[in-house]
Protein backbone atom coordinates (compact mmCIF):
# COMPACT_ATOMS: atom_id res chain seq x y z
CA UNK A 1 0.00 0.00 0.00
CA UNK A 2 2.94 2.18 0.62
CA UNK A 3 4.46 1.82 -2.12
CA UNK A 4 1.55 2.31 -4.27
CA UNK A 5 1.22 5.63 -2.62
CA UNK A 6 4.03 6.84 -3.01
CA UNK A 7 4.10 5.94 -6.89
CA UNK A 8 0.87 8.12 -7.26
CA UNK A 9 2.16 10.46 -5.19
CA UNK A 10 5.60 10.79 -7.05
CA UNK A 11 4.11 10.69 -10.63
CA UNK A 12 1.58 13.81 -9.33
CA UNK A 13 4.80 15.61 -8.04
CA UNK A 14 6.89 14.88 -11.37
CA UNK A 15 4.18 15.43 -14.11
CA UNK A 16 2.48 18.55 -12.54
CA UNK A 17 -0.80 16.31 -13.66
CA UNK A 18 -4.35 15.71 -11.71
CA UNK A 19 -5.46 12.21 -11.29
CA UNK A 20 -7.30 12.95 -14.31
CA UNK A 21 -4.06 13.09 -15.96
CA UNK A 22 -3.42 10.01 -18.83
CA UNK A 23 -1.97 7.56 -17.54
CA UNK A 24 -2.82 4.24 -15.87
CA UNK A 25 -0.92 0.95 -13.75
CA UNK A 26 -0.05 -2.35 -14.85
CA UNK A 27 2.40 -4.42 -13.67
CA UNK A 28 3.23 -1.71 -10.54
CA UNK A 29 4.11 0.64 -12.87
CA UNK A 30 2.96 3.85 -14.29
CA UNK A 31 1.91 3.79 -18.04
CA UNK A 32 1.20 6.92 -20.16
CA UNK A 33 -1.14 7.72 -22.28
CA UNK A 34 -1.02 10.06 -25.68
CA UNK A 35 -4.53 11.24 -26.37
CA UNK A 36 -5.02 10.97 -30.53
CA UNK A 37 -9.15 12.15 -30.62
CA UNK A 38 -10.80 13.98 -27.91
CA UNK A 39 -14.73 15.45 -27.95
CA UNK A 40 -15.10 18.92 -27.50
CA UNK A 41 -18.11 17.60 -25.38
CA UNK A 42 -17.54 14.23 -23.82
CA UNK A 43 -20.89 12.68 -22.85
CA UNK A 44 -21.39 9.84 -20.12
CA UNK A 45 -20.87 7.46 -23.28
CA UNK A 46 -18.22 9.12 -25.04
CA UNK A 47 -14.98 6.96 -26.66
CA UNK A 48 -11.62 8.18 -26.01
CA UNK A 49 -8.79 6.75 -28.09
CA UNK A 50 -5.02 7.15 -27.12
CA UNK A 51 -1.85 5.61 -28.51
CA UNK A 52 0.15 3.99 -25.72
CA UNK A 53 4.46 4.31 -24.91
CA UNK A 54 4.69 1.74 -27.74
CA UNK A 55 2.38 3.29 -30.39
CA UNK A 56 -0.47 0.38 -29.55
CA UNK A 57 -3.84 2.33 -30.00
CA UNK A 58 -6.22 1.79 -27.37
CA UNK A 59 -9.93 2.40 -27.15
CA UNK A 60 -11.40 3.53 -23.59
CA UNK A 61 -15.07 3.44 -22.98
CA UNK A 62 -16.83 3.28 -19.65
CA UNK A 63 -15.50 -0.39 -18.84
CA UNK A 64 -12.82 -0.94 -16.26
CA UNK A 65 -11.31 -4.16 -14.18
CA UNK A 66 -10.90 -4.49 -10.60
CA UNK A 67 -8.70 -6.91 -9.18
CA UNK A 68 -9.16 -7.46 -5.33
CA UNK A 69 -6.62 -8.31 -2.52
CA UNK A 70 -8.96 -8.25 0.49
CA UNK A 71 -12.37 -9.07 -1.07
CA UNK A 72 -14.17 -7.15 2.02
CA UNK A 73 -13.42 -3.82 0.50
CA UNK A 74 -15.68 -5.17 -2.74
CA UNK A 75 -19.23 -3.38 -1.92
CA UNK A 76 -17.56 -0.05 -0.22
CA UNK A 77 -15.63 0.73 -3.64
CA UNK A 78 -18.57 -0.42 -5.74
CA UNK A 79 -20.35 2.67 -3.41
CA UNK A 80 -17.78 4.79 -3.16
CA UNK A 81 -17.18 5.18 -7.17
CA UNK A 82 -20.99 4.48 -7.94
CA UNK A 83 -19.59 1.31 -9.96
CA UNK A 84 -22.22 -0.83 -12.06
CA UNK A 85 -21.14 -4.75 -11.53
CA UNK A 86 -21.16 -6.57 -14.87
CA UNK A 87 -19.78 -9.61 -14.60
CA UNK A 88 -17.01 -11.71 -12.47
CA UNK A 89 -13.83 -12.47 -14.94
CA UNK A 90 -12.36 -14.83 -12.09
CA UNK A 91 -12.82 -15.48 -8.17
CA UNK A 92 -10.92 -11.71 -7.54
CA UNK A 93 -11.36 -10.13 -10.85
CA UNK A 94 -14.46 -8.61 -11.66
CA UNK A 95 -15.41 -6.28 -14.67
CA UNK A 96 -17.41 -2.73 -14.08
CA UNK A 97 -18.56 0.00 -15.85
CA UNK A 98 -18.69 4.04 -14.76
CA UNK A 99 -21.60 6.22 -15.21
CA UNK A 100 -19.49 8.82 -17.31
CA UNK A 101 -17.02 7.20 -20.18
CA UNK A 102 -14.79 10.42 -20.07
CA UNK A 103 -13.70 9.77 -16.38
CA UNK A 104 -13.09 6.07 -16.30
CA UNK A 105 -9.41 6.77 -16.88
CA UNK A 106 -9.26 9.01 -13.04
CA UNK A 107 -11.40 6.45 -11.45
CA UNK A 108 -9.09 3.70 -12.51
CA UNK A 109 -6.21 5.45 -11.10
CA UNK A 110 -8.58 6.50 -7.53
CA UNK A 111 -9.70 3.04 -7.49
CA UNK A 112 -5.83 1.58 -8.24
CA UNK A 113 -4.72 3.72 -4.93
CA UNK A 114 -7.10 1.83 -2.35
CA UNK A 115 -5.84 0.08 0.32
CA UNK A 116 -7.19 -3.69 -0.40
CA UNK A 117 -7.09 -3.50 -4.23
CA UNK A 118 -4.58 -5.42 -6.26
CA UNK A 119 -4.45 -3.61 -9.63
CA UNK A 120 -7.04 -2.07 -11.54
CA UNK A 121 -7.58 -0.66 -15.14
CA UNK A 122 -9.59 0.21 -17.97
CA UNK A 123 -11.21 -2.47 -19.93
CA UNK A 124 -9.12 -1.13 -23.01
CA UNK A 125 -10.22 -2.08 -26.31
CA UNK A 126 -7.46 -3.03 -28.73
CA UNK A 127 -5.95 -4.34 -31.61
CA UNK A 128 -3.45 -7.46 -31.84
CA UNK A 129 -0.84 -7.75 -33.76
CA UNK A 130 -0.38 -10.80 -35.71
CA UNK A 131 3.41 -12.17 -35.43
CA UNK A 132 3.93 -13.05 -38.87
CA UNK A 133 6.01 -12.12 -41.77
CA UNK A 134 4.38 -13.86 -44.81
CA UNK A 135 4.98 -13.18 -48.34
CA UNK A 136 3.29 -14.56 -51.48
CA UNK A 137 6.02 -17.00 -52.70
CA UNK A 138 4.79 -19.86 -55.36
CA UNK A 139 4.11 -23.07 -53.86
CA UNK A 140 6.77 -25.75 -52.73
CA UNK A 141 6.54 -28.12 -51.10
CA UNK A 142 9.10 -28.20 -48.15
CA UNK A 143 8.78 -29.42 -44.36
CA UNK A 144 12.11 -28.64 -43.40
CA UNK A 145 11.00 -27.18 -40.13
CA UNK A 146 9.82 -31.01 -38.89
CA UNK A 147 12.80 -32.63 -40.94
CA UNK A 148 15.21 -31.60 -43.60
CA UNK A 149 16.12 -34.29 -45.87
CA UNK A 150 16.71 -32.18 -48.45
CA UNK A 151 19.48 -30.20 -47.54
CA UNK A 152 20.06 -31.63 -43.59
CA UNK A 153 21.17 -28.05 -42.46
CA UNK A 154 20.20 -29.22 -38.79
CA UNK A 155 16.89 -26.24 -38.99
CA UNK A 156 14.69 -29.14 -37.77
CA UNK A 157 13.26 -30.20 -34.67
CA UNK A 158 13.94 -33.50 -35.37
CA UNK A 159 9.59 -34.49 -35.26
CA UNK A 160 10.34 -38.42 -36.56
CA UNK A 161 12.07 -39.05 -33.53
CA UNK A 162 8.91 -37.82 -31.60
CA UNK A 163 6.69 -39.40 -34.07
CA UNK A 164 8.00 -43.02 -32.97
CA UNK A 165 5.99 -42.65 -29.65
CA UNK A 166 3.16 -40.69 -30.73
CA UNK A 167 1.39 -38.14 -33.11
CA UNK A 168 -0.57 -36.06 -30.41
CA UNK A 169 -3.67 -38.18 -30.37
CA UNK A 170 -6.20 -36.82 -27.36
CA UNK A 171 -4.69 -33.99 -26.48
CA UNK A 172 -7.00 -30.86 -26.86
CA UNK A 173 -5.38 -27.90 -27.89
CA UNK A 174 -6.36 -24.19 -28.33
CA UNK A 175 -5.66 -22.09 -31.21
CA UNK A 176 -6.44 -18.35 -30.10
CA UNK A 177 -5.77 -16.37 -33.13
CA UNK A 178 -8.04 -14.67 -36.13
CA UNK A 179 -9.27 -15.74 -39.09
CA UNK A 180 -9.28 -19.53 -38.63
CA UNK A 181 -10.94 -22.19 -41.74
CA UNK A 182 -12.52 -24.90 -39.54
CA UNK A 183 -13.48 -26.35 -42.98
CA UNK A 184 -10.48 -26.06 -44.40
CA UNK A 185 -9.94 -30.07 -45.61
CA UNK A 186 -6.38 -30.29 -44.15
CA UNK A 187 -7.86 -28.96 -40.81
CA UNK A 188 -11.33 -29.89 -40.70
CA UNK A 189 -11.33 -33.32 -38.82
CA UNK A 190 -9.27 -32.44 -36.17
CA UNK A 191 -11.03 -29.05 -35.00
CA UNK A 192 -13.76 -30.11 -32.27
CA UNK A 193 -15.07 -27.23 -31.02
CA UNK A 194 -15.06 -23.06 -31.90
CA UNK A 195 -15.89 -19.86 -30.78
CA UNK A 196 -15.43 -16.35 -31.50
CA UNK A 197 -14.78 -13.72 -29.45
CA UNK A 198 -14.71 -11.01 -31.85
CA UNK A 199 -18.18 -11.47 -33.66
CA UNK A 200 -21.04 -11.00 -31.50
CA UNK A 201 -23.45 -12.84 -34.16
CA UNK A 202 -21.50 -15.59 -34.78
CA UNK A 203 -19.69 -18.23 -33.40
CA UNK A 204 -17.39 -18.99 -36.39
CA UNK A 205 -14.16 -17.72 -35.76
CA UNK A 206 -14.08 -15.84 -39.16
CA UNK A 207 -16.46 -13.72 -41.22
CA UNK A 208 -17.70 -14.57 -44.79
CA UNK A 209 -15.63 -11.18 -45.73
CA UNK A 210 -12.93 -11.63 -43.19
CA UNK A 211 -8.97 -11.34 -44.97
CA UNK A 212 -7.14 -12.15 -41.74
CA UNK A 213 -6.13 -15.94 -41.94
CA UNK A 214 -3.60 -15.73 -39.67
CA UNK A 215 -5.25 -18.44 -37.43
CA UNK A 216 -5.56 -20.88 -40.00
CA UNK A 217 -2.01 -21.02 -40.74
CA UNK A 218 -0.78 -21.26 -37.39
CA UNK A 219 -3.41 -24.32 -37.28
CA UNK A 220 -1.97 -25.99 -39.97
CA UNK A 221 1.81 -26.08 -38.05
CA UNK A 222 0.02 -28.02 -35.28
CA UNK A 223 -2.45 -30.38 -36.62
CA UNK A 224 -2.63 -30.46 -40.40
CA UNK A 225 -4.12 -33.82 -41.05
CA UNK A 226 -2.15 -37.02 -41.99
CA UNK A 227 -4.29 -37.47 -45.01
CA UNK A 228 -2.74 -37.75 -47.90
CA UNK A 229 -3.09 -33.93 -49.46
CA UNK A 230 -1.26 -30.92 -48.22
CA UNK A 231 1.07 -30.48 -45.39
CA UNK A 232 1.32 -32.49 -41.89
CA UNK A 233 1.10 -30.34 -38.54
CA UNK A 234 3.62 -31.54 -35.96
CA UNK A 235 1.08 -33.13 -33.85
CA UNK A 236 -1.62 -34.48 -36.48
CA UNK A 237 -4.00 -36.03 -34.13
CA UNK A 238 -4.36 -33.77 -31.27
CA UNK A 239 -7.67 -32.33 -30.91
CA UNK A 240 -7.98 -28.39 -31.77
CA UNK A 241 -10.35 -25.84 -29.96
CA UNK A 242 -10.31 -22.68 -32.68
CA UNK A 243 -10.97 -19.47 -31.08
CA UNK A 244 -11.30 -15.92 -32.84
CA UNK A 245 -9.85 -13.57 -30.50
CA UNK A 246 -10.64 -10.37 -29.50
CA UNK A 247 -10.50 -7.45 -31.10
CA UNK A 248 -11.96 -5.17 -28.84
CA UNK A 249 -12.04 -5.27 -24.87
CA UNK A 250 -9.80 -7.31 -22.67
CA UNK A 251 -12.57 -8.60 -20.84
CA UNK A 252 -13.53 -10.63 -23.55
CA UNK A 253 -10.00 -12.88 -24.04
CA UNK A 254 -10.27 -13.02 -20.48
CA UNK A 255 -13.17 -15.00 -20.35
CA UNK A 256 -12.11 -16.84 -23.54
CA UNK A 257 -9.11 -18.06 -21.80
CA UNK A 258 -11.53 -18.87 -18.83
CA UNK A 259 -13.85 -21.02 -21.13
CA UNK A 260 -11.04 -22.97 -22.25
CA UNK A 261 -9.55 -23.77 -19.19
CA UNK A 262 -13.07 -25.15 -18.22
CA UNK A 263 -13.04 -27.45 -21.30
CA UNK A 264 -10.15 -28.96 -20.22
CA UNK A 265 -8.04 -27.73 -22.66
CA UNK A 266 -3.90 -28.32 -22.01
CA UNK A 267 -1.99 -26.17 -24.34
CA UNK A 268 -3.21 -22.83 -26.01
CA UNK A 269 -1.34 -20.75 -28.49
CA UNK A 270 -0.81 -17.26 -28.93
CA UNK A 271 0.95 -15.82 -32.07
CA UNK A 272 0.22 -12.48 -31.28
CA UNK A 273 0.81 -9.94 -29.09
CA UNK A 274 0.85 -5.87 -28.18
CA UNK A 275 3.67 -4.74 -26.37
CA UNK A 276 1.77 -3.31 -23.84
CA UNK A 277 0.29 -6.19 -21.52
CA UNK A 278 -2.08 -5.42 -18.59
CA UNK A 279 -2.62 -6.83 -15.10
CA UNK A 280 -5.41 -9.07 -16.07
CA UNK A 281 -3.91 -11.02 -18.40
CA UNK A 282 -1.26 -11.79 -15.96
CA UNK A 283 -4.18 -12.67 -13.31
CA UNK A 284 -5.51 -14.84 -16.10
CA UNK A 285 -2.37 -15.90 -17.39
CA UNK A 286 -1.23 -17.20 -13.30
CA UNK A 287 -5.07 -19.13 -12.80
CA UNK A 288 -4.57 -21.18 -15.90
CA UNK A 289 -1.09 -22.10 -14.81
CA UNK A 290 -1.85 -22.89 -11.73
CA UNK A 291 -5.38 -24.21 -11.53
CA UNK A 292 -6.40 -25.14 -15.40
CA UNK A 293 -5.36 -29.33 -15.56
CA UNK A 294 -6.36 -29.82 -12.20
CA UNK A 295 -3.60 -28.17 -10.61
CA UNK A 296 -1.16 -29.68 -12.96
CA UNK A 297 -1.29 -26.24 -15.22
CA UNK A 298 -2.35 -24.92 -18.94
CA UNK A 299 0.90 -24.07 -20.88
CA UNK A 300 0.18 -20.94 -22.83
CA UNK A 301 2.44 -20.39 -25.93
CA UNK A 302 3.49 -16.47 -27.19
CA UNK A 303 5.26 -15.69 -29.61
CA UNK A 304 8.10 -13.49 -28.85
CA UNK A 305 7.59 -10.88 -31.81
CA UNK A 306 9.72 -9.92 -35.22
CA UNK A 307 11.04 -6.29 -34.83
CA UNK A 308 14.27 -7.19 -33.78
CA UNK A 309 13.82 -5.74 -30.59
CA UNK A 310 14.93 -5.79 -26.86
CA UNK A 311 11.87 -7.11 -24.78
CA UNK A 312 14.03 -5.67 -21.82
CA UNK A 313 13.70 -2.35 -23.27
CA UNK A 314 12.20 0.67 -20.89
CA UNK A 315 8.45 1.20 -21.78
CA UNK A 316 7.98 -2.84 -23.55
CA UNK A 317 5.61 -4.84 -21.08
CA UNK A 318 4.51 -7.56 -23.74
CA UNK A 319 2.58 -10.94 -22.81
CA UNK A 320 5.20 -12.86 -24.17
CA UNK A 321 7.16 -11.72 -20.74
CA UNK A 322 4.79 -13.00 -18.26
CA UNK A 323 5.99 -15.67 -16.21
CA UNK A 324 2.99 -17.77 -16.49
CA UNK A 325 3.40 -17.94 -20.52
CA UNK A 326 6.44 -19.65 -22.49
CA UNK A 327 8.14 -17.04 -24.49
CA UNK A 328 9.36 -18.11 -28.17
CA UNK A 329 11.84 -17.00 -30.70
CA UNK A 330 12.78 -17.85 -34.28
CA UNK A 331 15.72 -19.44 -36.17
CA UNK A 332 16.16 -20.10 -39.40
CA UNK A 333 16.91 -22.99 -41.51
CA UNK A 334 20.49 -22.89 -40.90
CA UNK A 335 20.36 -22.55 -37.67
CA UNK A 336 20.82 -19.14 -36.91
CA UNK A 337 18.74 -16.87 -35.12
CA UNK A 338 16.06 -14.58 -37.43
CA UNK A 339 17.19 -11.08 -38.37
CA UNK A 340 13.95 -9.93 -37.39
CA UNK A 341 13.21 -12.13 -33.71
CA UNK A 342 12.49 -10.13 -31.04
CA UNK A 343 15.24 -10.91 -27.17
CA UNK A 344 15.35 -10.94 -24.38
CA UNK A 345 15.28 -12.18 -20.81
CA UNK A 346 11.59 -13.07 -21.44
CA UNK A 347 12.88 -15.60 -23.87
CA UNK A 348 12.46 -19.23 -23.19
CA UNK A 349 12.80 -21.38 -26.29
CA UNK A 350 13.41 -20.77 -30.15
CA UNK A 351 12.04 -22.93 -32.94
CA UNK A 352 11.99 -22.62 -36.90
CA UNK A 353 10.77 -19.18 -38.09
CA UNK A 354 11.87 -19.69 -41.00
CA UNK A 355 13.63 -16.07 -43.14
CA UNK A 356 14.05 -15.08 -46.85
CA UNK A 357 12.91 -17.88 -49.15
CA UNK A 358 12.70 -20.11 -46.87
CA UNK A 359 9.51 -20.25 -44.84
CA UNK A 360 7.08 -22.53 -42.93
CA UNK A 361 4.68 -24.61 -45.18
CA UNK A 362 1.30 -25.02 -43.61
CA UNK A 363 -2.35 -24.69 -43.85
CA UNK A 364 -3.88 -20.94 -45.82
CA UNK A 365 -7.24 -20.28 -46.43
CA UNK A 366 -9.55 -22.86 -48.87
CA UNK A 367 -10.06 -21.37 -52.56
CA UNK A 368 -9.00 -17.37 -53.03
CA UNK A 369 -9.03 -16.49 -49.50
CA UNK A 370 -5.58 -16.27 -47.78
CA UNK A 371 -2.47 -15.47 -47.88
CA UNK A 372 -2.26 -17.47 -51.66
CA UNK A 373 -4.51 -18.52 -53.85
CA UNK A 374 -4.73 -21.99 -53.22
CA UNK A 375 -5.32 -23.92 -49.99
CA UNK A 376 -1.57 -23.26 -48.65
CA UNK A 377 1.23 -21.52 -48.22
CA UNK A 378 4.50 -22.05 -48.04
CA UNK A 379 6.29 -18.83 -46.85
CA UNK A 380 4.54 -18.10 -43.41
CA UNK A 381 7.33 -16.62 -42.11
CA UNK A 382 7.91 -14.88 -38.18
CA UNK A 383 7.78 -15.84 -34.68
CA UNK A 384 3.97 -16.71 -35.21
CA UNK A 385 5.38 -19.90 -36.80
CA UNK A 386 7.54 -20.79 -34.48
CA UNK A 387 5.54 -20.51 -31.32
CA UNK A 388 3.08 -23.39 -33.05
CA UNK A 389 6.15 -25.71 -33.56
CA UNK A 390 6.38 -25.47 -29.65
CA UNK A 391 3.04 -25.69 -28.92
CA UNK A 392 2.77 -29.35 -31.14
CA UNK A 393 5.53 -30.39 -29.95
CA UNK A 394 3.84 -30.06 -25.98
CA UNK A 395 0.80 -31.93 -27.37
CA UNK A 396 3.45 -34.91 -28.44
CA UNK A 397 4.70 -34.59 -24.86
CA UNK A 398 1.30 -34.50 -23.29
CA UNK A 399 0.51 -37.23 -25.42
CA UNK A 400 3.13 -39.85 -24.49
CA UNK A 401 2.74 -39.13 -20.88
CA UNK A 402 -0.83 -36.80 -20.06
CA UNK A 403 0.34 -36.54 -15.75
CA UNK A 404 3.47 -34.53 -16.78
CA UNK A 405 2.95 -31.10 -14.65
CA UNK A 406 3.58 -27.64 -16.33
CA UNK A 407 6.68 -27.69 -14.96
CA UNK A 408 8.25 -30.69 -15.80
CA UNK A 409 7.16 -29.98 -19.39
CA UNK A 410 9.37 -26.85 -18.47
CA UNK A 411 12.03 -28.88 -17.47
CA UNK A 412 12.03 -31.42 -19.65
CA UNK A 413 12.27 -28.89 -22.53
CA UNK A 414 15.14 -26.78 -21.37
CA UNK A 415 17.04 -29.93 -20.41
CA UNK A 416 16.56 -31.65 -23.86
CA UNK A 417 16.67 -27.59 -26.27
CA UNK A 418 19.65 -27.37 -28.21
CA UNK A 419 22.16 -24.88 -27.97
CA UNK A 420 22.87 -23.29 -31.16
CA UNK A 421 25.49 -20.43 -32.41
CA UNK A 422 28.25 -18.81 -31.06
CA UNK A 423 26.39 -16.80 -28.28
CA UNK A 424 26.76 -17.17 -24.79
CA UNK A 425 24.42 -18.83 -22.08
CA UNK A 426 24.44 -17.95 -18.66
CA UNK A 427 25.20 -20.14 -15.91
CA UNK A 428 21.49 -21.46 -15.86
CA UNK A 429 22.14 -22.05 -19.64
CA UNK A 430 19.96 -19.37 -20.57
CA UNK A 431 20.63 -16.56 -23.81
CA UNK A 432 18.21 -13.83 -24.59
CA UNK A 433 18.40 -14.64 -28.20
CA UNK A 434 18.09 -18.09 -28.02
CA UNK A 435 16.50 -18.70 -24.52
CA UNK A 436 17.45 -21.74 -23.20
CA UNK A 437 18.22 -23.00 -26.76
CA UNK A 438 16.19 -24.26 -29.95
CA UNK A 439 13.55 -26.87 -29.11
CA UNK A 440 14.27 -30.52 -30.28
CA UNK A 441 10.78 -32.57 -30.62
CA UNK A 442 12.17 -36.03 -30.37
CA UNK A 443 14.45 -35.46 -27.42
CA UNK A 444 11.49 -33.94 -25.57
CA UNK A 445 9.11 -36.09 -26.30
CA UNK A 446 11.52 -39.08 -25.46
CA UNK A 447 12.33 -38.04 -21.93
CA UNK A 448 8.51 -37.12 -21.52
CA UNK A 449 7.51 -40.37 -22.14
CA UNK A 450 9.92 -42.22 -19.36
CA UNK A 451 9.69 -39.19 -17.21
CA UNK A 452 7.62 -40.59 -14.10
CA UNK A 453 8.38 -44.00 -15.00
CA UNK A 454 9.00 -46.72 -12.12
CA UNK A 455 11.51 -48.30 -14.55
CA UNK A 456 14.45 -45.09 -13.37
CA UNK A 457 17.25 -46.98 -14.70
CA UNK A 458 15.58 -46.38 -18.16
CA UNK A 459 15.07 -43.32 -17.66
CA UNK A 460 18.68 -42.31 -16.61
CA UNK A 461 20.09 -43.80 -19.60
CA UNK A 462 17.77 -41.51 -21.77
CA UNK A 463 18.99 -38.55 -19.83
CA UNK A 464 22.66 -39.34 -19.93
CA UNK A 465 22.15 -40.52 -23.67
CA UNK A 466 20.76 -36.95 -24.41
CA UNK A 467 23.54 -34.80 -22.44
CA UNK A 468 25.98 -36.88 -24.75
CA UNK A 469 24.22 -35.98 -28.00
Not at 67 to 73: P, Y
Not at 83 to 102: G, H, P, Q, R
Not at 353 to 372: K, P
Not at 373 to 389: H, K, Q, R, V
Request: negative net charge; charged residues 20%; hydrophobic residues 35%.
Amino acid sequence: MIKKTLLVLLTLLFTNTSLSADFYYSGGKKHTLKKIKASRALGANSEQSFETQHGTIVKVNSGLIVSFSDKSIKKSIEEKYNLNFIKSLTENMYLYKVKDASKTVEITNLIYNEKGVAFCHPDFQRTKKSRDLSTNDPLLWDSWHLFDHWYDDGGDINVEQAWKYTKGAGVKVAVYDQGIDINHPDLRENIIAFKNYNDPISDIPYSDDDTKWHGTACTGIIAARENRIGSVGIAPLSSIYAVGYSESNISKDIEAYKWLMEEGVSVINNSWGSYSSLDAYNEIFKLLATEGRNGKGVILIFAAGNERTNLDAQGINDESESPYVLSIAASTRQNTIAQYSNFGTAVDFTAPGGEGESGIITTDASGNLGYNSSNYTTNFIGTSAAAPLVTGTVALMLATNPKLTRDEIFNILKSTAQKKGNYTYDQNGHNVHWGYGKIDAGRAVEVAHSYGNSNLKNFARTMFNNLLN
